[in-house]
């Protein structure tokens, strides 16, 4: 970590991985990884929205999204998981109806690191793709339809040691 920030790390700019807000209100403090461990932050069913800048140094390369339901449910998109009924017919148990595409949305499961620490944390659908720069069933298809291993792995290495801003 110490080298690649003395080499590229400092002139590199962060992104944001999150654009949530709360109504609860949103202090916009940012904590370093281990007061957030050392506050147990996060841990709580109540929702601690927390900024901390750090470094993406894994992501996980398996499990990097789900397929969800392309159905609209009021203003907006259902997007619960659905079930392969064979061929490519899909069921959202939600809907309780099938359909024959299905979305691709991101969960991807990433290590960030500070100066203080590292930590696992979860990037959703909106955070994924602006952290990715690519969709969820890009990266689907670059992994499972061309079967191209390499070319996934040299992509995620591409973008670990992004600098975040995650809140």
Same mark, same amino acid.
């Given at each position: 970590?110490?080298?690649? *920030?003395?080499?590229?790390?400092?002139?590199?700019?962060?992104?944001?991985?999150s654009?949530? %807000?709360?109504?609860?209100? %949103? /202090?916009? +403090? +940012?904590?370093? =990884?281990?007061?957030?461990?050392?506050? &147990?932050?996060?841990?709580?069913?109540?929702?601690?929205?927390?900024?901390v800048?750090?470094?993406?140094?894994?992501?996980?390369?398996? $499990?990097?999204?789900?397929?969800?339901?392309? !159905?609209?449910?009021?203003d907006?998109?259902?997007n &619960? $998981? +659905?079930? $392969?009924?064979?061929?490519?017919?899909?069921?959202?148990?939600?809907?309780?109806?099938?359909?024959?595409?299905?979305?691709?949305?991101? =969960? !991807? #499961?990433?290590?960030?690191?500070?100066?203080?620490? !590292?930590t %696992?944390?979860?990037?959703?659908?909106?955070?994924?793709?602006?952290?990715?720069?690519?969709?969820?069933?890009?990266?689907? *298809?670059?992994?499972?339809?061309?079967?191209?291993d390499?070319?996934?792995?040299?992509?995620l290495?591409? +973008?670990? *040691? /992004? $600098?975040i801003? #995650?809140?």
């Open positions: 970590m110490k080298q690649w *920030f003395a080499k590229d790390g400092k002139s590199t700019t962060s992104i944001s991985i654009r949530e %807000w709360s109504s609860a209100g %949103w /202090t916009n +403090v +940012v904590k370093t =990884i281990s007061q957030i461990k050392d506050e &147990k932050l996060g841990t709580c069913e109540k929702t601690d929205w927390i900024c800048n750090g470094a993406v140094i894994y992501i996980k390369a398996d $499990n990097f999204y789900y397929k969800s339901c392309p !159905l609209m449910i009021g907006g998109q259902c &619960k $998981n +659905v079930t $392969n009924k064979g061929g490519r017919r899909w069921r959202c148990e939600l809907c309780d109806q099938s359909v024959d595409e299905c979305d691709h949305r991101y =969960i !991807l #499961s990433l290590q960030i690191e500070d100066h203080t620490g !590292l %696992w944390l979860t990037a959703f659908q909106e955070s994924g793709e602006e952290l990715m720069g690519m969709s969820a069933k890009d990266l689907h *298809f670059m992994k499972f339809e061309k079967q191209d390499d070319g996934l792995l040299k992509f290495r591409q +973008v670990m *040691f /992004t $600098n801003y #995650s809140s």
